[in-house]
């Protein structure tokens, strides 16, 4: 039985599908509906469709339609079909996913993980994946396509964000939130290469930075391991920023700032704000 309705609504099988003749899932496959709305979902159940289904639509609100049992093979990835479950995406090539997509998507990578084994990772082969990894397609679009990691850090279940949905990263996450936190720890004096890479080097800067931190306000709370960017750190580090800026202490912005700062700011606890290039700070 494969209709999850733990995290889907169910809208029965669609026409077009098949038997899966025994093969096993082991990949979850994103598309792109291009259309808006319910117009996705009634496509499907149109009679007039004759070779296209989906085992999932994913709204732009984050609410996921189920369109077929996982167990069927549906008619969405060509010669992938057999082996994977596939989500149609409401939205257009030309945007991203909105974070309630991501948040939906993890959902249901982390599901197909549970059921199927599906790795929690972005694998071509026995993943999650994008169309046009597998066909000659530009099928989710670009900015979309940009956002795979994002789904995976969705269905690792440690996705909090911080004020203005800044992503809080774990130990090995590659994508750009995490620039911000390490543009954040240069800024600090923790000499990093900005290059949205949670790897050791960045974990190392954590943790110095926290030893430095507890040190200065004189806290007998024990270090963090460095493993991920966690709330509680994540709100120390921006409180470090507007004190260091506040004192004049924070370091000079150097070379390639890129997209490092997202909007180049870092807001504490929603009221005060530091321009993270300049170090000027407001509110
Ligand atoms: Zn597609």
């Known amino acids: 039985m494969g209709k999850w309705t733990d995290i889907a609504t169910w809208k029965g099988n669609t026409r077009n599908h098949s038997s899966r003749n025994g093969t096993d899932v082991r990949g979850f496959v994103v598309h792109t509906a291009n259309g808006n709305g319910d117009g996705v979902v009634n496509w499907l159940y149109n009679p007039d469709n004759k070779n296209t289904s989906a085992t999932f639509v994913v709204m732009k609100s984050g609410k996921i339609y189920q369109c077929l049992d996982t167990s069927l093979k549906p ?4 010669n992938s079909n057999p082996w994977t479950i596939s989500a149609e995406c409401e939205g257009f090539f030309d945007e991203p996913f909105t974070a309630a997509q991501i948040a939906a998507l993890g959902r249901i990578l982390k599901k197909a993980n549970q059921v199927y084994g599906v790795k929690i990772k972005h694998s071509k082969s026995d993943g999650i994946s994008a169309h046009r990894q597998h066909m000659s397609t530009d099928c989710p679009g670009d900015e979309r396509y940009a956002q795979m990691d994002d789904i995976v850090a969705a269905a690792k279940g440690g996705v909090t964000t911080i004020d203005g949905g800044i992503m809080l990263p774990d130990y090995g996450d590659k994508h750009k939130d995490v620039k911000y936190w390490q543009y954040m720890l240069d800024r600090l004096g923790y000499d990093l290469v900005i290059d949205g890479d949670y790897g050791a080097k960045t974990a190392a ?18 270090p963090t391991d460095g493993k991920s960017i966690s709330h509680a750190i994540a709100v120390e580090l921006q409180l470090d920023i507007v004190e260091k800026s506040l004192a004049g202490k924070l370091k000079g912005p150097k070379g390639d700032k890129g997209d490092a700062g997202r909007d180049g700011v870092a807001t504490v606890t929603g009221k005060v704000t530091v321009d993270l290039q300049s170090g000027a700070v407001s509110g």
């Open 75 to 78: 008619w969405t990835t060509g």
């Open 205 to 222: 800067a954590v943790v110095k930075w926290h030893k430095d931190y507890l040190k200065e306000h004189k806290s007998t709370a024990k």
